[in-house]
């Protein structure tokens, strides 16, 4: 079967468009909830990775955190600075989320950003360079 020309244009942009898209979403920042487990205080270790793809470092980064607990409803709010974050670097960040149990957390919502800073820099919108990402039970969301 033959294809007419606009197709096979078409075909082929799609074909170009879909490293640059790749690359695209590489260039940012992802914030990967990796784990959980229980802390001997009786509360919850979440164990983050920080992977700075941009090209710049960081030396303000705290998030605002909502604690969703099984049933969907706020447990509480955690504030957590994971600075520094250098660039091209994948960071292991440990937080204690006191007071709940591994099990009963269902959603870990990132409320806002109080600080990103560059090194050197202003603070700056970073919501759009940010991509979220769980393995753990509980989800990790914007």
Excluded: Y
């Amino acid at each position: 079967m033959r294809f007419p020309r606009i197709i096979k244009g078409l075909c082929l942009c799609l074909a170009l468009l879909s490293p640059m898209t790749l690359a695209a979403q590489t260039n940012g920042l992802t914030v990967e909830l990796n784990k959980v487990e229980p802390a001997d205080s009786g509360g919850c270790s979440a164990f983050f990775l920080f992977r700075n793809e941009t090209e710049n470092s960081f030396e303000g980064f705290e998030m605002s955190l909502a604690i969703l607990d099984t049933s969907g409803v706020i447990d509480r709010l955690l504030s957590i600075d994971a600075a520094p974050l250098p660039v091209n670097r994948t960071t292991l960040k440990l937080f204690e989320i006191p007071e709940i149990s591994c099990e009963n957390i269902s959603e870990i919502l990132l409320h806002d950003l109080t600080s990103c800073r560059p090194q050197n820099g202003d603070e700056i919108d970073c919501f759009p360079l940010l991509t979220l990402h769980s393995r753990a039970p509980a989800a990790l969301v914007k």
